[in-house]
């Protein structure tokens, strides 16, 4: 499975994104899907996940109630919606899927808020 993030950009501080990650290759499995993301000097930390059916969403305390995961299997395409970003949001985002672990990584996008 090969995973190609995209989206990121600068945006004002109470701004929004939309980030997609497109998987190709082999995408039949019944995988989870979610989103991470690696701020400059910190470790990657979880943001968001989703099982196959994308009947269950996940979120960290910190982005729950401003982001909002969702995935398309028929596009193969999983989404991330960004509202009231803010400074501390400024980080690598990467999509990743597998199951159980996360097998797969996309490369990564930058979001970058500013204040």
């Known amino acids: 499975v090969q995973l190609q993030a995209s989206g990121g950009g600068l945006v004002q501080s109470g701004g929004s994104l939309r980030l997609s990650c497109a998987a190709s290759?082999?995408?039949?499995?019944?995988?989870?899907m979610g989103w991470f993301r690696q701020a400059p000097g910190k470790e990657r930390e979880f943001v968001a996940r989703?099982?196959?059916?994308?009947?269950?969403?996940y979120y960290a305390d910190s982005v729950k109630g401003r982001f909002t995961i969702s995935r398309d299997n028929a596009k193969n395409a999983l989404y991330l919606q960004m509202n009231s970003l803010k400074p501390e949001d400024t980080a690598v985002y990467y999509c990743?899927?597998?199951?159980?672990?996360?097998?797969?990584w996309g490369q990564g996008t930058l979001v970058t808020v500013s204040s």
């Open positions: 290759g082999r995408t039949s499995g019944n995988y989870r």
């Open positions: 989703t099982t196959w059916s994308g009947g269950a969403t």
């Open positions: 990743a899927a597998g199951y159980p672990q996360y097998d797969y």
